[in-house]
């Protein structure tokens, strides 16, 4: 692969973007970021694939025959079923997105900006809602 530079093409816009995450008890965590470009993109899919494959694996999960076991930053639906599955596995199991969990203050912390962090990065939109009690994950669109 090859990279073309255009010495004359403008620099990449930052993203603005707010994640919202709902957990199934009704609590809500967000975050506002801005992104400076769209480069972290394969980056974020593989640490959402990893943190997926890992969770798997702890559970013991037999896997007879898998499609799609890449992580590919352009395959939004399997990102975002991802995404879900993390995010339930974690509340469900620890309450990590809750004001109250079993993981200590700052592990808490650390994953859960990096995780939203994630998904900001993976899923367009600029206004992202991750609704476990729906089990639903949007990009906001027709929100105000």
Request: aromatic share 6%.
């Amino acid at each position: 692969m090859s990279l073309i530079i255009n010495p004359n093409a403008p620099p990449p816009q930052p993203i603005e973007k707010r994640i919202t995450l709902k957990t199934k008890s009704g609590e809500m965590v967000s975050l506002n970021i801005t992104l400076e470009d769209e480069k972290g993109r394969q980056s974020a899919a593989e640490y959402i694939h990893h943190l997926f494959q890992s969770i798997r694996q702890k559970l013991g999960e037999v896997v007879i025959a898998q499609v799609s076991e890449t992580a590919d930053a352009n395959d939004v639906a399997e990102n975002k079923r991802r995404i879900l599955y993390i995010a339930a596995f974690h509340d469900s199991m620890f309450g990590t997105f809750n004001r109250v969990t079993t993981l200590p203050e700052k592990e808490r912390g650390e994953f859960v900006e990096i995780f939203l962090l994630a998904v900001a990065t993976l899923i367009p939109g600029r206004n992202i809602v991750l609704d476990l009690s729906k089990g639903s994950l949007s990009d906001g669109a027709g929100l105000n």
